[in-house]
């Protein structure tokens, strides 16, 4: 079946930088793009940007630029996220959901299971 | 950046009631807007692509209308299962924005 794995929780300090991936399954990974999602707790949705199908153009929301880098390995069907320099407020849940970036038609339609990601000293 | 503004943030109501939840862009976003459903500590599912076409597997149950900046899910027949936190978001252009979410609550 069509799915999406991410790993497992991070615990870092402040200043530290995280990477999360998301392993996909069931479908041609090439034939979507990834999008990253964040949940802080308690909170809503905020999207984060993502790595298109076909070419891995990048697109990035405003507010991480400069913090975050979406990659790809085509090889091996998997997508990475790394933040760097991780505040408090960066405590979350990380998502990576599939999406068609070239079809605006398309919802989010498959997610990962999350990755809780905690910043404490 | 487009804003998405969902409301209300929270509502109660009884199993086989009928709700209604608004999501009002502040752009025209044509009808590039989908639903979601997450229950807690799960991911969010997808219910609505382009404001009104239901997913495979989503109970008739729910529908979505609007075009433009004014958009809404209904849920007819309140069943168990669907309480929890809703939320839109917009695919017209990135940022693919989100509402805040609506909160649906068990009377």
């Known amino acids: 079946q069509v799915q999406l794995v991410q790993s497992g929780a991070e615990v870092k300090e402040p200043g530290a930088s995280v990477r999360v991936s998301c392993k996909a399954s069931?479908?041609?990974?090439?034939?979507?793009?990834i999008s990253w999602v964040r949940q802080a707790p308690g909170q809503g949705l905020e999207w984060m940007g993502w790595?298109?199908?076909?070419?891995?153009?990048?697109t990035y929301a405003q507010k991480f630029q400069g913090r975050v880098t979406m990659t790809k390995d085509t090889s091996t069907s998997t997508a990475y996220m790394d933040l760097t320099s991780l505040r408090s407020d960066d405590t979350a849940v990380y998502y990576c959901?599939?999406?068609?970036?070239?079809?605006?038609?398309?919802?989010?339609?498959?997610w990962g299971q999350g990755t809780m990601v905690t910043v404490s000293s | 950046d487009i804003q998405m503004t969902q409301s209300p943030s929270s509502l109660s109501a009884s199993v086989g009631d009928t709700i209604t939840i608004t999501c009002r862009a502040s752009?025209?976003?044509?009808?590039?807007l989908n639903w979601y459903q997450q229950k807690p500590g799960t991911a969010p599912k997808l219910l609505i692509s382009?404001?009104?076409t239901l997913q495979s597997g989503v109970p008739s149950r729910f529908s979505g209308s609007g075009s433009g900046t004014d958009f809404t899910l209904t849920v007819n027949s309140l069943q168990p299962e669907d309480f929890a936190t809703y939320y839109c978001?917009?695919?017209?252009?990135?940022?693919?924005?989100f509402g805040q979410g609506t909160r649906l609550e068990i009377k």
């Open positions: 752009q025209s976003i044509d009808t590039y």
């Open positions: 790595i298109s199908n076909f070419n891995g153009q990048r």
């Open positions: 069931g479908y041609i990974f090439t034939t979507y793009g």
């Open positions: 382009i404001a009104s």
């Open positions: 959901a599939r999406v068609n970036t070239y079809n605006r038609q398309d919802g989010f339609d498959v």
């Open positions: 978001q917009q695919r017209y252009s990135p940022p693919n924005t």
